[in-house]
């Protein structure tokens, strides 16, 4: 496969109700995707994107569209695989963005154990099948050359953050098999892509009470995703100033960013930053 390849036709989107994959979404139709399956949690912001897509759709010179929401967990390993299946029988899938996580709000046992079911288990679910599809449809010869997986991990998942401990160890297991399948994996053929992206505009950060710099807004943050995505760029990492900086913290001997990661402001029993609870970041 080259490294500039020709937009898919058909994407598939988990965590795609709101935030970065909502954005990922409406961004594929407006570049010509054809076929989008995305899935998420709420049934009534699943369908909200769905017009969206077709609003995208329409705008472009009313080209075909097909969209299909559904409304799944992704930590339910056999519903997660027979909705790939479904969508791969539909149209072969081409790239498939597994994008669903969420924050750990306090970190006590229950929304720690949470956050490791989705933002892990929730991963496994949905690119061990996708593998296996994508070796099946090659051997099958169905559907194009470009097979592409692109793991949502974060920033955070840089170095040790005593802020948000669930939630940075999560996304830095995603970040380290991400890059480490793609090693594995492009002997085969299929590109492995990891996102670490810094404070995106999403129903996490809306909640956020803390310092959030470098914000950005989902769309602009799809854009930058598709791009990268669509060149190959194996670790997606952005903004770049927030890049440098954690890279940095992790790259510094163990007690000094132990004590840079214990100054950042504490949280509160509501996962709000001390002394901010009743504020919103608003940008």
């Known amino acids: 496969m080259k490294s500039n390849v020709k937009n898919p036709n058909t994407v598939l989107i988990t965590g795609a109700s709101s935030g970065i994959g909502e954005a990922l979404a409406v961004e594929c139709v407006k570049r010509g995707v054809r076929n989008i399956f995305f899935c998420g949690r709420d049934a009534e912001r699943v369908s909200a994107v769905v017009r969206k897509c077709e609003a995208a759709a329409e705008c472009d010179s009313g080209k075909q569209l097909t969209v299909l929401g559904e409304v799944l967990d992704v930590t339910d390993e056999e519903s997660v695989r027979k909705w790939l299946e479904k969508c791969n029988a539909i149209a072969p899938l081409e ?58 991990a974060s920033i955070a998942g840089y170095a040790p953050l005593s802020t948000c401990p669930a939630y940075a160890a999560t996304k830095a297991a995603m970040k380290s098999w991400g890059l480490s399948l793609r090693g594995m994996l492009k002997r085969e053929g299929i ?10 505009r999403s129903r996490i950060t809306d909640r956020n009470t803390c310092p959030m710099p470098f914000f950005m807004e989902a769309d602009r943050a799809a854009k930058v995703m598709l791009d990268r995505v669509d060149r190959n760029v194996g670790l997606i990492a952005f903004p770049w100033p927030m890049r440098f900086g954690v ?37």
Request: net charge positive.
């Open 95 to 152: 790239v498939v963005f597994s994008n669903a996580g969420i924050g750990t709000g306090i970190e006590n046992a229950a929304n720690v154990r949470r956050t490791f079911a989705t933002n892990v288990d929730g991963n496994l679910n949905v690119v061990l099948p996708v593998i296996e599809i994508f070796r099946s449809n090659k051997a099958g010869g169905i559907g194009s050359d470009r097979r592409q997986i692109v793991l949502t």
């Open 191 to 200: 590109w492995v892509n990891v996102i670490c992206p810094g404070f995106i």
């Open 247 to 283: 890279w940095l913290m992790s790259a510094l001997p163990w007690r000094v960013s132990e004590f840079i990661s214990g100054i950042l402001p504490e949280k509160t029993s509501s996962g709000r930053c001390k002394g901010r609870e009743s504020e919103r970041i608003a940008f």
